[in-house]
């Protein structure tokens, strides 16, 4: 009976992970008694307070926008460079060692480098964060040209599905797997990079603000504003990437 009850409301479980998350927060600070592990309800406090001000989702929204840009321009460029070439094994072959150089970058050099080189700008802010997530987006791309099936393709043709039928019907829905890991891996990743980044050489964001907490060991709002970035990075998973997921594969049983 309880299987079945779950299977009906998946969402309890989930539910009930986090109020036992929450419970063990609340356990170890009471129990360490510290300024460097508020309870839950004081770094609640803290994030309501930020939000009532403004302050948070001003600079919450500076990184939203820095996230949106950056994240479009890397999936635009990695899926083109992607399909390119997994479609050409001689520029594949030609480029393969251009890849791996920049997958092993450190994302902390790349950043360095763009200030150096273009200043504490917001292109050179964008541009580490792009440098850094396209190539492992066209290795994921890459991949998922390299497994697109001939045949389907060659049947394709043979029944004159015409370009935009192919590619509706034969062509996305064997990349649409690649394409979502390469967009999920990207949110995960560019978040990260761009706190560095704003860290480092910007005067507004989330990671600017964490810095500056950080200078005061101000925990309870460094908690408070990563549990903020990561609850719109799970709204921005919940509200747009599970609905598109979810139409793509609408065609499968």
Not at 149 to 174: C, N, S
Request: charged share 10%; proline share 4%.
């Amino acid at each position: 009976m309880s299987i079945r009850f779950f299977n009906q409301y998946p969402q309890i479980p989930a539910l009930l992970s986090l109020i036992l998350l929450l419970a063990i927060w609340h356990g170890l600070a009471i129990y360490l008694h510290s300024n460097t592990l508020p309870t839950p309800w004081t770094v609640a406090g803290v994030l309501y307070q930020a939000v009532i001000s403004g302050e948070l989702l001003f600079h919450l929204g500076v990184t939203l926008l820095r996230l949106l840009a950056s994240f479009s321009i890397a999936m635009l460029l990695g899926f083109a460079i992607g399909i390119l070439l997994g479609n050409n094994r001689q520029l594949d072959v030609f480029f393969d060692h251009w890849l791996l150089i920049f997958l092993n970058v450190p994302a902390l050099v790349t950043i360095i480098l763009c200030y150096v080189w273009f200043g504490l700008t917001e292109l050179a802010a964008i541009l580490a964060v792009v440098i850094n997530k396209v190539p492992n987006v066209i290795v994921t791309i890459r991949e998922g040209a390299r497994a697109l099936d001939k045949d389907l393709a060659e049947m394709a043709a043979v029944y004159r599905f015409g370009k935009q039928k192919t590619l509706r019907h034969i062509i996305w829905p064997q990349l649409h797997p690649f394409v979502m890991a390469a967009t999920r891996s990207g949110l995960a990743l560019i978040w990260k990079i761009i706190l560095v980044v704003e860290l480092l050489g910007r005067s507004n964001g989330m990671g600017y603000q964490l810095h500056i907490f950080f200078q005061l060991f101000d925990v309870a709002s460094i908690l408070a504003y990563t549990i903020a970035f990561v609850a719109l990075i799970q709204l921005l998973e919940g509200l747009i990437l599970k609905p598109l997921d979810k139409h793509a594969q609408r065609w499968r049983r």
